[in-house]
């Protein structure tokens, strides 16, 4: 019972810091206004962007996963991580 108990901790604890890595890993908000799922690319009207040096603008990215596009559509709010690959500005995570 005792391993069991610790082992519900251990993966309880587990999961928090992932939940807070990825809150803090969505270090951008923005407002969807166009989804090109057949190129999978995103326009996003952001906030600044420091880690990519970007000022608040509305900017195309690519998706790292185009399946993020399922989740969101124009007019929603989102948090995301952007980075950039290959010389393109990419999503690599999205939540609303």
Request: charged share 20%.
């Amino acid at each position: 019972m005792k391993r069991l108990l610790a082992l519900t901790a251990t993966v309880a604890g587990l999961a928090l810091a992932m939940g807070a890595a990825l809150a803090q890993a969505l270090n951008a908000q923005g407002e969807v206004r166009r989804i090109d799922a057949a190129n999978g690319k995103i326009t996003v009207k952001h906030g600044p962007i420091a880690n990519l040096e970007l000022p608040a603008m509305t900017l195309v990215f690519k998706v790292a996963d185009p399946a993020m596009l399922n989740d969101v559509k124009p007019g929603d709010n989102v948090r995301f991580a952007a980075e950039k690959i290959n010389g393109q500005y990419t999503i690599t995570a999205i939540k609303k």
